[in-house]
Nanobody, 120 residues
Framework: QVQLVESGGGLVQAGGSLRLSCAAS????????VGWYRQAPGKERELVAS???????YYADFVKDRCTISRDNTKNTVSLQMTSLKPEDTAVYYC??????????????WGRGTQVTVSS
């Protein structure tokens, strides 16, 4: 059974930082592109950042220069370091895994999500 378990969410003031982590099990982690999505109330889920099987990172424009995604294939983990957080970053953040080679689109597996709340 595949599991993606997120941790690290919470409440932070604007301008602060958070590090989200995702631990994967039950899959050949290195065979997946993995990434982070987010969904704010009333909005569609959107891709925040993705890292390919080969370790190449992609960032959505709205987080570029504020986030760093990394994966550790020996520990089956993917992390998202977020800095200079804004109230509009408030959302539930989901870890995802896709069979795509480069970008974590059309994920096959999802975590349950972790809440990030940024206060102004």
């Amino acid at each position: 059974q595949v599991q993606l378990v997120e941790s690290g969410g919470g409440l932070v003031q604007a301008g602060g930082s958070l590090r989200l982590s995702c631990a994967a099990s039950g899959l050949t982690f290195g065979a997946y592109a993995v990434g982070w999505y987010r969904q704010a109330p009333g909005k569609e889920r959107e891709l925040v950042a993705s890292v390919s099987r080969g370790g190449n990172a992609y960032y959505a424009d709205f987080v570029k220069d504020r986030c760093t995604i990394s994966r550790d294939n020996t520990k089956n983990t993917v992390s998202l370091q977020m800095t200079s957080l804004k109230p509009e970053d408030t959302a539930v953040y989901y870890c995802a895994a896709s069979t795509r080679v480069v970008l974590c689109t059309d994920p096959r597996y999802w975590g349950r999500g972790t809440q990030v709340t940024v206060s102004s």
